[in-house]
């Protein structure tokens, strides 16, 4: 079956600091992989997606690979701010026209001033 | 564009009760999703909804059910609820091409006493 595992938090930055949380997956086919961010009291938002090996998808200033090879899809930011503290979860989707995502476990992220 | 709404909020019922969740997804939107999420198990898939067809469905027990409407609006009902039960409920919806990307309402939070 389908999993994915990020790495545990929570994690706590200084504003400016680099970010990056770990996401690794197992898979059955051939997975789009996405990074959803759940902010305090609210749902899930798309942060960004990529659909095949070697794409890069960003979205406010983060990034991250698909890397078929390590089957990895880690999270980046050069330099977080105090509005990036939520929760991120790395999910996959396997299965053209599918909409059952699998996520990981999530990692709090806070970052202070 | 209006985004995905859910209703109730918030819901407290007793063991045995069942419960219904209403889930409106954004206008045009075809396929609606359904997901719990609790600290121990975070998220998990419950079933997806395509032009009033259940089109997949996750690893959740029969007391756990759905449906959806000819407008796409879609409701959950769990029935002879449990303790376990408590969660937050998502719903997201999507065009229900391949683009696989889903929009997530705020929740509707369940605590069952």
């Known amino acids: 079956g389908n999993s994915v595992t990020q790495m545990e938090g929570p994690v706590t930055l200084s504003e400016e600091a680099f970010l990056t949380i770990n996401c690794t997956y197992t898979a059955t086919g051939y997975p789009s992989l996405f990074w959803y961010v759940q902010y305090p009291g609210e749902g899930l938002q798309l942060l960004l997606k990529?659909?095949?090996?070697?794409d890069k998808g960003s979205n406010k200033g983060f990034e991250a690979t698909y890397r078929k090879e390590t089957t990895s899809f880690h999270l980046e930011k050069g330099s977080v701010q105090v509005s990036d503290s939520a929760v991120y979860f790395c999910?996959?989707?396997?299965?053209?026209?599918?909409?059952?995502?699998?996520f990981g476990k999530g990692t709090k992220l806070s970052v202070i001033p | 564009k209006a985004g995905v709404t859910q209703t109730p909020r918030y819901l407290i019922k007793t063991r045995g009760q069942q419960v219904t969740l209403s889930c409106s997804p954004i206008?045009?939107?075809?396929?609606v999703s359904w997901y719990q999420q609790t600290p121990g198990q975070g998220l998990q898939f419950l079933f997806e909804?395509?032009?009033?067809?259940?089109?997949n469905k996750g690893n959740f027990p029969g007391r756990f059910s759905g449906r959806q409407f000819s407008n796409s609006r879609s409701e959950m009902n769990v029935s002879t609820l449990e303790l376990g039960d408590s969660a937050l409920y998502l719903c997201?919806?999507?065009?229900?091409?391949?683009?696989?990307?889903?929009?997530f309402g705020p929740g509707t939070r369940l605590l069952v006493l």
């Open positions: 206008s045009g939107h075809r396929s």
């Open positions: 909804y395509f032009s009033e067809t259940q089109r």
């Open positions: 997201a919806s999507s065009l229900g091409d391949n683009s696989q990307t889903q929009y």
């Open positions: 999910a996959l989707i396997t299965g053209a026209g599918s909409y059952q995502l699998t």
């Open positions: 990529a659909t095949k090996a070697d």
